[in-house]
Nanobody, 123 residues
């Protein structure tokens, strides 16, 4: 069973930055598509960013130009650099992994999920 552990969440001011990290287990990490999702209180979980096994990336529209998803297959890690943060970025951020080719914004593509890390952006 793959295990994912997020870290790096916290409190930031609007306009500030945070970097989230996700540590994954398993020798098959390099073959997984990876993603970040978030869930605000009382709202549905939503897609944020995805990176494929061959390093292609895809972003939710509001994250595009502000967030950057990266992966390091040698370290079995994926990161989400978040700049120009807005209060609406607040939520629990989840790292996810799936055995698929390319990028995906669909939760159904991801079989493995971390426990989440809280991000709070104050105005």
């Amino acid at each position: 069973q793959a295990q994912l552990v997020e870290s790096g969440g916290g409190l930031a001011q609007a306009g500030g930055s945070l970097r989230l990290s996700c540590a994954a287990s398993g020798r098959t990490f390099s073959t997984y598509g990876m993603g970040w999702f978030r869930q605000a209180p009382g709202k549905e979980r939503e897609f944020v960013a995805s990176v494929s096994s061959d390093y292609r990336t895809y972003y939710e529209d509001s994250a595009k130009g502000r967030f950057t998803i990266t992966r390091d297959n040698a370290k079995n890690t994926v990161a989400l650099q978040m700049n120009s943060l807005k209060p609406e970025d607040t939520g629990v951020y989840y790292c996810a992994a799936g055995a698929f080719l390319g990028v995906s914004r669909s939760s159904r593509s991801y079989a493995y999920w971390g426990q989440g890390t809280q991000v709070t952006v104050s105005s």
